[in-house]
C-alpha cells in the first residue's frame, strides 16, 4: 500500500500534475494526523481504563479491610459492655452494706477479675490504605468524596486510640491500687486464674473485701466507668457509622 502511494506521488510528479498532487499530499497528511489522533486516543482510553482498573482493585480492597474493622469493633464493643457491667457492680458493692457483710470471696473475686484484667483495643486494620496514601495511589480514586475520606482517615483513628489509651490508663492505675492494697492471689484461686496458670490455690485466704471501703479506689473505678461508657457509647458507634458509610460510598462508586 504505502508503495502504491509512493508510485502515484511520483507518477503526478512527472506528469507534472503539481496542484492534484497538492491536493493528494494535503489529504494524505489530514488522513496521518486522524490515524495519530486516533492512536492517542485509543492510547488515552486504555490508560484510562488501567486507572480505573487500578482504583476498583484499590476500592474493593478497602471495602473488605472495612467490613473486617467493622467486625472488630462490634466484637470490642460486646466485650466492653460485659466489663462494663462488672464495673458498675463492683462500684454498687461499696455502697451496700449487706452486700459487704454477706458477699463471698468467690462472687467478689470473679468481679475484681473482670475489671481488672481486660485490655481493649480494636484490632484495626489500615494495610491497603496505608499504602494506598503511601505510594500517592490516592489520586486515582475519581470520587472526590472518598478521596476526603481517605485522606481523613487516620485522624478518625487516632481519636479512637486516644480513647482506647484512656481506658488503658485507667485501668493501669486500678491494677496499681489493688497491687498495693489488694490481694491477687485470692482473685486467681477464686476466679479459675490459678488453674489457668497451672498453679496450686492456697488452703487459705487474704479477704479482699476491705478494698470496697476505699474512696480513692471508687475514684479510680469511676474514671474507669467513665472512659468506657464514652467509648462504648460514642466513639465506637461513631466510628462504626463512619465505616458504614465509607462501605456505602465505595460500594456505590464500584457498582455505578
Same mark, same amino acid.
Given at each position: 500500500m504505502i508503495k502504491f502511494f509512493r508510485k502515484f506521488r511520483q507518477k503526478m510528479l512527472v506528469e507534472n500534475k503539481i496542484g492534484k498532487y497538492l491536493i493528494y499530499a494535503s489529504g494524505e497528511i489530514i488522513l496521518v494526523v486522524i490515524g495519530i489522533l486516533i492512536a492517542l486516543q485509543i492510547n488515552n482510553q486504555n490508560e484510562t481504563d488501567k486507572i480505573h482498573d487500578k482504583q476498583d482493585t484499590y476500592l474493593s480492597l478497602i471495602k473488605s479491610e472495612m467490613l473486617n474493622n467493622l467486625e472488630s469493633i462490634k466484637a470490642e464493643r460486646n466485650s466492653l459492655a460485659k466489663n462494663v457491667n462488672s464495673q458498675r457492680q463492683l462500684i454498687e458493692f461499696m455502697h451496700n452494706q449487706l452486700t459487704l457483710d454477706t458477699i463471698s470471696e468467690k462472687v467478689l473475686s470473679k468481679v475484681l477479675a473482670a475489671v481488672l484484667s481486660p485490655t481493649i483495643k480494636?484490632? *484495626?486494620? %489500615?494495610?491497603?490504605?496505608?499504602?494506598?496514601?503511601?505510594?500517592?495511589?490516592?489520586?486515582?480514586?475519581?470520587?472526590?468524596?472518598?478521596?476526603?475520606?481517605?485522606?481523613?482517615?487516620?485522624?478518625?483513628v487516632s481519636k479512637l486510640r486516644d480513647q482506647e489509651k484512656g481506658l488503658r490508663i485507667s485501668w493501669h492505675?486500678? %491494677?496499681? *491500687? $489493688?497491687? %498495693?492494697?489488694?490481694?491477687?492471689?485470692?482473685? $486467681?484461686? *477464686?476466679?479459675? $486464674?490459678?488453674? *489457668?496458670?497451672?498453679?496450686p490455690k492456697l488452703s487459705s485466704f487474704t479477704s479482699n473485701k476491705q478494698i470496697l471501703s476505699s474512696t480513692e479506689f471508687e475514684n479510680i473505678l469511676l474514671i474507669?466507668?467513665?472512659?468506657?461508657?464514652h467509648l462504648h457509647k460514642t466513639n465506637y458507634p461513631d466510628f462504626e457509622e463512619d465505616i458504614l458509610n465509607l462501605i456505602h460510598l465505595i460500594e456505590k462508586e464500584l457498582f455505578k
Open positions: 480494636v484490632d *484495626y486494620e %489500615n494495610g491497603i490504605l496505608s499504602e494506598l496514601i503511601a505510594s500517592g495511589s490516592l489520586k486515582d480514586i475519581e470520587n472526590l468524596v472518598i478521596v476526603n475520606e481517605l485522606a481523613s482517615w487516620e485522624g478518625k492505675r486500678a %491494677n496499681i *491500687y $489493688f497491687e %498495693n492494697h489488694g490481694n491477687f492471689r485470692t482473685v $486467681f484461686d *477464686y476466679s479459675s $486464674f490459678s488453674d *489457668y496458670v497451672e498453679i474507669q466507668l467513665a472512659t468506657s461508657m
